[in-house]
């Protein structure tokens, strides 16, 4: 299974920015300016569970994810890194990587169903995406 068989769920690309292309997975930036917040997607169809990723793409997309969380935490200073995968609304394996701060507007529970979300505006998601795609390239 290929990456030309790989489409990314439709809901995951239109609230996200496309960041940079990892050995395994794309990751991208969600589209809310209150949380500094990356998602992995694994390019391989047909995943929704951790668990059907086995051996060497599972260590990969492991290396992945850390390599995800330290660039985050490099980046923004972060007091906590949330890292989860939770496919409730979007089946397609995904893992959220969000950088969360004491005093965020969802502290200290989770971001999801909290307030109202804040778009990005075009020039800040661009420098967003380019920071995170240099720490990226750092870590």
Same mark, same amino acid.
């Given at each position: 299974?290929?990456?030309?068989?790989?489409?990314?769920?439709?809901?995951?690309?239109?609230?996200?920015?496309?960041?940079?292309?990892?050995?395994?997975?794309?990751?991208?930036?969600?589209?809310?300016?209150?949380?500094?917040?990356?998602?992995?997607?694994?390019?391989?169809?047909?995943?929704?569970?951790?668990?059907?990723?086995?051996?060497?793409?599972?260590?990969?997309?492991?290396?992945?994810?850390? #390599?995800?969380?330290? =660039?985050?935490?490099?980046l923004t200073g972060c007091d906590k890194l949330n890292? *989860? /995968? @939770?496919?409730?609304?979007?089946?397609?394996?995904?893992?959220?990587?969000?950088?969360?701060?004491?005093?965020?507007?969802a502290w200290p529970g989770p971001v999801w169903g909290?307030?109202? #979300?804040?778009?990005? =505006?075009?020039?800040?998601?661009?420098?967003?995406?380019?920071?995170?795609? *240099? /720490? @990226?390239?750092?870590?």
């Amino acid at each position: 299974m290929g990456d030309s068989e790989f489409l990314l769920d439709p809901r995951l690309e239109a609230d996200t920015f496309p960041v940079t292309e990892l050995d395994l997975a794309t990751v991208r930036l969600m589209d809310d300016a209150r949380f500094p917040w990356a998602i992995l997607v694994p390019r391989r169809p047909g995943l929704s569970e951790l668990i059907e990723l086995e051996g060497e793409p599972r260590a990969t997309l492991t290396a992945e994810i850390d #390599r995800v969380s330290r =660039a985050l935490k490099t980046l923004t200073g972060c007091d906590k890194l949330n890292v *989860a /995968a @939770l496919g409730n609304q979007v089946r397609q394996l995904h893992i959220h990587v969000i950088a969360r701060f004491a005093g965020d507007p969802a502290w200290p529970g989770p971001v999801w169903g909290v307030g109202e #979300r804040r778009t990005y =505006a075009a020039p800040q998601a661009m420098l967003t995406v380019a920071r995170l795609r *240099a /720490a @990226l390239d750092a870590a």
